[in-house]
């Protein structure tokens, strides 16, 4: 419960709390890709684009963009794993 209350104070304050720290490091340790993926996802939110899918259009489902906030597609797809997303 101490924990709980750690975070939200942080929270309350504008800080991260540590879990929500820990995450991040451990997520951009894991996929040197994701701070690029996650930059872009910001873009395409600037852009009006955020959420729907760059391989088919579609619109990316909820649960989807809950679990993986950065995701380009739909679905993993093999066409999704090997599309190259256009140059910058």
Do not use: K, N, S
Request: with cysteine; charged share 30%; aromatic share 8%.
């Amino acid at each position: 419960m101490r924990a709980y209350f750690a975070g939200a104070e942080a929270q309350a304050e504008g800080r991260r709390a540590p879990e929500e720290i820990t995450f991040v490091a451990t997520l951009l340790a894991d996929e040197p890709d994701a701070l690029r993926e996650i930059l872009d996802a910001l873009d395409r939110i600037d852009r009006g684009t955020y959420g729907r899918c760059e391989a088919t259009g579609e619109t990316i489902p909820a649960v989807r963009l809950r679990a993986v906030p950065w995701t380009r597609f739909a679905r993993e797809t093999p066409a999704a794993a090997g599309w190259a997303p256009a140059a910058h």
